[in-house]
């Protein structure tokens, strides 16, 4: 069935149903919202659908020909493009495809998974799609006539990764259609999408996943299941590909492990140790410090819904209820708001590139102050204008 790999997305379904039985078809799609909330999946469901040959009321079959080819992504009238590196290799290129296709909401783009070989990670190159790709690869193919199917289906992921001349030459395409062409773009960013181009798009909106549906998908796939899905599906904030990372790594221990003792340290006001624990985070890269301070947020969120309205049961860290009701008891005049303000705002300056060792010694002040019922000046202002 066109729809199996989704998670959720409910009226977002339904509304592309009522497009497929009404045949009133767009000649381009623009699939928005946060990440992992099922963009790809629908994209791929869509265009299987619209290739299908024996389509019943907006529905694929998924036995005839056409479907079983879209299911394993060698469907040659549906084409699926990535933002890629410079010296990318054909051979990289179609492993990553290759995944998409198995399970649309694996994390395959180069920035958050430079290697195909090992999950996590981070690369410095430019993540992008060239001139070149959207003539080759956009252009010419679109131009010839379908070959199997109804359509000629283009799926482009992350379309706001398109350099000026790029988006430029992919706008061209919009205006001047070919017959039977339909274009799916999806992003996480829309407000990086040039106005032209959204113009031109019928947009769709993907809200965040709900807990109960991210949970249930982490136990399909035996990931995780009881208390331990529950933990995940509400750390990853709607996201299902966020919470398939949380539970395929063996980080996510260690680094709740770093982000309590961080905080015990700057309560204590230990500089010296504070230093040397910043310093050993520092090594470690910068993904691994937007994670931890994910983390960190989380936890400390927690401690807010815990003081403010005396509740466990719907805080992220479930397992940690105990060890977190303890931390509100002990601290009554914890300033909680300040410290989920200065962790967010030290999140916005590691995005930012702003030194990880400089920012997280300041992050460790304005916590320690922050704990102790005293108002901080504040993350590094200076240098965040």
């Known amino acids: 069935m066109a729809w199996e790999k989704v998670v959720g997305q409910k009226r977002v379904i339904q509304t592309l149903n009522r497009t497929l039985i009404s045949g009133r078809i767009a000649h381009a799609y623009l699939f928005y919202g946060p990440e992992g909330?099922?963009?790809?999946?629908?994209?791929?469901?869509?265009?299987?659908?619209?290739?299908?040959?024996?389509?019943?009321?907006?529905?694929?079959?998924?036995?005839?020909?056409?479907?079983r080819k879209a299911e394993k992504g060698i469907h040659p009238d549906i084409h699926v493009l990535l933002?890629?590196?410079?010296?990318?290799?054909?051979?990289?290129?179609?492993?990553?495809?290759?995944?998409?296709?198995?399970?649309?909401?694996?994390?395959?783009?180069?920035q958050r998974r430079p290697s195909m070989d090992e999950a996590g990670g981070s690369t410095n190159k430019q993540v992008f799609y060239s001139v070149e790709t959207v003539h080759e690869s956009l252009r010419r193919v679109m131009s010839f006539h379908p070959v199997e199917g109804k359509y000629r289906v283009a799926v482009v992921i992350d379309a706001d990764k398109m350099r000026t001349e790029a988006a430029n030459a992919?706008?061209?395409?919009?205006?001047?259609?070919?017959?039977?062409?339909?274009?799916?773009?999806?992003?996480?960013r829309v407000d990086h999408v040039i106005p032209t181009i959204l113009s031109r798009?019928?947009?769709?909106?993907?809200?965040?996943?709900?807990?109960?549906?991210?949970?249930?998908?982490?136990a399909q796939r035996?990931?995780?299941?009881?208390t331990?899905?529950?933990?995940?599906?509400?750390?990853?904030?709607?996201?299902?590909?966020?919470?398939?990372?949380?539970?395929?790594?063996d980080e996510l221990p260690l680094v709740r492990e770093e982000v309590l003792e961080f905080l015990r340290l700057s309560f204590q006001g230990r500089s010296d140790l504070v230093t040397a624990m910043v310093d050993k985070l520092a090594?470690?890269?910068?993904?691994?410090?937007?994670?931890?301070?994910?983390?960190?947020?989380?936890?400390?969120?927690?401690?807010?819904?815990?003081?403010?309205?005396?509740?466990?049961?719907?805080?992220?860290?479930?397992?940690?209820?105990?060890t977190l009701a303890k931390f509100v008891k002990n601290l009554p005049d914890a300033r909680i708001s300040d410290m989920v303000e200065a962790v967010e705002r030290t999140s916005y300056l590691i995005e930012r590139n702003v030194n990880t060792r400089l920012t997280l010694i300041s992050l460790s002040i304005v916590l320690r102050d922050a704990m102790h019922g005293k108002r901080s000046g504040g993350i590094m202002m200076d240098l965040a204008v």
């Open 37 to 67: 909330t099922g963009k790809r999946a629908v994209a791929f469901g869509l265009a299987a659908a619209l290739q299908c040959a024996a389509q019943v009321d907006g529905m694929a079959c998924g036995t005839c020909n056409s479907c």
């Open 83 to 110: 933002p890629t590196i410079t010296d990318v290799s054909t051979s990289d290129l179609t492993a990553r495809l290759q995944a998409l296709a198995e399970d649309p909401y694996s994390t395959v783009d180069f």
């Open 170 to 188: 992919f706008l061209k395409l919009l205006e001047e259609p070919g017959g039977n062409t339909v274009f799916i773009l999806t992003t996480d």
């Open 201 to 218: 798009c019928q947009k769709v909106r993907f809200e965040p996943l709900e807990i109960e549906d991210i949970a249930e998908a982490l």
């Open 222 to 226: 035996e990931l995780a299941d009881g």
């Open 228 to 249: 331990t899905a529950a933990v995940l599906a509400r750390m990853a904030d709607g996201s299902l590909s966020r919470a398939i990372e949380l539970a395929s790594s």
């Open 283 to 322: 090594t470690r890269g910068r993904e691994h410090t937007k994670f931890l301070l994910m983390v960190a947020l989380g936890i400390i969120r927690d401690l807010m819904l815990i003081s403010d309205a005396g509740r466990t049961d719907l805080i992220v860290n479930i397992d940690q209820a105990a």
